[in-house]
């Protein structure tokens, strides 16, 4: 995860880590209820559904400079503000609906990220309409997960070429703070890279109908 660079919890370069209920689990997530949660129900499991998609993509680009947690936190009101992350809804924003956003204290009041939003769900609607905007994130893995198996946190990169690649194709259909970092973090949440930790209760081949290891 992208935490890894600003380590709050001190975590970086650790394995998974033991919990109380006596399961292992990726250390970034701590012992914080909601994390815990994020970690063992959201994190790294396929999500297919192209709204969901377009949240987590603007989600982590209001997490730039920031930790997830922070935003985690104040996800409900940025739902809320953001009319549920219904693209058509969101592409509609004007400069009035803009400015409203920026006083409310619910979210994270960052002009250029509120802006950048709007431009995303616009650019959204384009690819959604031509083939889904689902298919043409799964397209760059070929439609299944990529597993990996790092033993710690160290074994985990910041971005790969893959990011790079779909980073450089969102920002040239208009999608705004989708950098490589904040693209291979994106591809972790949603379940196109398994990087649980080899250890960690939640990989992939623990699953009912894991997919193939590459």
């Not at 996800?75 to 809804?89: K, Y």
Request: with cysteine.
């Amino acid at each position: 995860m992208r935490e890894q660079r600003e380590n709050p919890l001190g975590w970086r370069d650790k394995g998974a880590i033991a919990h109380a209920d006596g399961l292992l689990r990726c250390p970034w997530a701590g012992h914080d209820p909601l994390y815990v949660a994020y970690h063992d129900d959201e994190w790294g499991r396929p999500e297919r559904d192209s709204r969901a998609l377009y949240e987590k993509l603007v989600l982590d680009g209001f997490q730039a400079g920031l930790s997830w947690i922070t935003i985690l936190r104040r996800r409900d009101a940025f739902r809320a503000a953001f009319d549920g992350f219904d693209p058509e809804r969101v592409a509609r924003f004007d400069a009035a609906r803009i400015e409203e956003l920026m006083q409310n204290k619910a979210i994270v009041r960052n002009r250029a990220k509120i802006e950048g939003a709007v431009a995303s769900a616009r650019a959204f609607l384009a690819i959604e309409d031509d083939r889904g905007f689902s298919n043409y994130l799964w397209d760059f893995v070929d439609g299944r997960p990529i597993v990996n198996r790092p033993k710690t946190t160290a074994d985990v990169p910041a971005q790969t070429d893959l990011s790079r690649r779909l980073a450089k194709d969102l920002r040239a259909r208009g999608f705004a703070f989708c950098g490589p970092t904040i693209v291979y973090a994106f591809m972790q949440a949603v379940g196109m890279v398994d990087d649980h930790l080899a250890d960690c209760h939640r990989r992939s081949d623990r699953l009912e109908s894991p997919p193939a290891i590459r």
